[in-house]
């Protein structure tokens, strides 16, 4: 499908029906597979032939849905996970050890924030954070000799800071390593990081992919333009033998466009084992299919709502990157020309009393923890996901004691105007 737009990709990519075979994709409902001799089973896993063995490593359903991702992201090579968390874990541990090093933007999603801060860090593996709009002197100085890899969000959840790609992807690649992004927020529809320089793409597959809040799932993308044999040494997990894979060496074996997600799926879907459901699999193929749709309409949308609030005496401040005079708005336009994504933050000045207010009167837009999906719904972080801190400590995380999360869905803007106008008249 490499020759097709976007829309086409989205639509048909991934799975071709043969002749009198199921339209949709099938849902391969089973843990195992069957095989005629153990010669058979012995080749898969010798990974000498491709096929099926247990769905805790892979499953064709999984496969065809990470197919069409990978090409609507231009890739060569992609999985499923259970989960957007399970996406950025194995991305960074299909390639950093303990005793390895990662430098990371520092307004990446919080659960990403926790996963690298907190529990990467108890397996030894160190991170150094720095702004997304840090000078290069300050970016070039959170490199070390055992750095592995560089992070970053294209649309950062919930800053909505716009990440410098090419900038990033230059400073990884002078280092001899990979830039790993997480394009949850602006989708390969708004946004294709290999473009620009990225080596792997991640995604949490729960946000605009599925859409409609339905199943919990992550993605990671492979580029195929990472040459790791040229860094032989930094990555020795993939350019030298694996003694728990029957010796194979990834690199060798399956070249720069499939070391790394066959490592991936060998050794990390193996060992967790945070495979996404081949139902869930089905339920976000149906979104993707509609992705190229909804898109345009949630920007459509997140802009109006911006340039309502922009102006309006009770609001403080907005963030969107897509408005005009964002301090993103440049680079949103470089990077994403066509739209940005569907969030904008705001702020009171009535401060926190007033966020709760505005929240508490709101019809359409519901309150959850959840972003990016179809319905507009919303989030009060400093009631939510960040109550344990105090104002002070809100301020130092970036998240302001009045600032709501604002997901425009794909309703009518008109609507979600006149509900934010409404819930405005009652702080
Ligand atoms: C940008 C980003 N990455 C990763 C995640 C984690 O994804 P999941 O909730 O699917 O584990 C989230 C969740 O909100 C996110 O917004």
Redesign the pocket.
Same mark, same amino acid.
């Given at each position: 499908m490499s020759n097709y737009s976007i829309d086409t990709k989205c639509v048909q990519g991934g799975y071709t029906p043969g002749n009198g075979e199921p339209r949709q994709i099938p849902i391969i409902q089973s843990t195992t597979f069957k095989y005629a001799t153990s010669e058979d089973m012995g080749k898969l896993f010798d990974l000498e032939a491709s096929g099926y063995f247990y769905t805790r490593l892979q499953n064709p359903t999984n496969d065809m849905v990470a197919a069409k991702i990978c090409d609507m992201e231009g890739g060569t090579a992609a999985m499923l996970t259970s989960? $957007?968390?399970?996406?950025?874990f194995y991305a960074i541990f299909n390639i950093a050890n303990c005793g390895d090093h990662v430098v990371a933007s520092s307004t990446?999603?919080g659960?990403?924030y926790n996963l690298f801060h907190v529990t990467m860090r108890k397996m030894g593996i160190d991170f150094t954070f720095v702004e997304p709009d840090c000078s290069d002197e300050e970016l070039e100085a959170a490199f070390k000799p055992n750095t592995k890899a560089v992070f970053g969000?294209t649309i950062?959840?919930p800053a909505l800071t716009v990440l410098d790609i090419e900038r990033f992807a230059k400073a990884a690649h002078d280092h001899g390593v990979p830039l790993i992004i997480?394009n949850?927020?602006a989708t390969p529809v708004n946004c294709r990081p290999f473009e620009w320089g990225c080596d792997i793409v991640?995604?949490?597959?729960?946000?605009y992919m599925d859409g409609h809040g339905a199943g919990?799932? $992550?993605c990671i993308v492979d580029s195929g333009k990472f040459d790791w044999m040229a860094h032989a040494d930094k990555f020795p997990g993939l350019t030298t033998p694996d003694e728990s894979y029957h010796g194979i060496t990834y690199a060798e074996k399956f070249g720069q466009g499939g070391a790394f997600i066959t490592k991936c799926t060998a050794q990390l879907m193996r060992d967790f084992g945070s495979i996404q459901s081949p139902q869930n699999a089905f339920l976000l193929n149906l979104g993707l299919e509609s992705l190229h749709v909804r898109m345009p309409k949630h920007c459509e949308n997140g802009l109006a709502v911006a340039k309502y609030l922009k102006n309006h005496p009770k609001i403080s401040f907005v963030t969107y990157p897509g408005l005009e005079g964002d301090k993103y708005y440049e680079l949103a336009q470089k990077y994403m020309p066509n739209g940005t994504c569907g969030v904008v933050s705001f702020g009171f000045k009535g401060g926190r009393t007033a966020a709760e207010t505005f929240m508490k009167h709101l019809k359409l837009a519901a309150i959850e923890t959840h972003?990016?999906d179809a319905r507009t719904c919303c989030l009060h972080p400093a009631s939510a996901t960040h109550r344990q801190m105090n104002d002070q400590e809100l301020v130092a995380a970036g998240i302001t004691p009045d600032l709501v999360r604002f997901s425009c869905g794909i309703e009518n803007a008109a609507d979600l105007i006149a509900d934010i106008e409404q819930a405005l008249e009652q702080v």
């Open positions: 989960s $957007g968390q399970a996406a950025n990446i999603y659960g990403t969000e950062a959840n997480d949850t927020f991640t995604h949490s597959t729960t946000k919990v799932g $992550g972003v990016a």
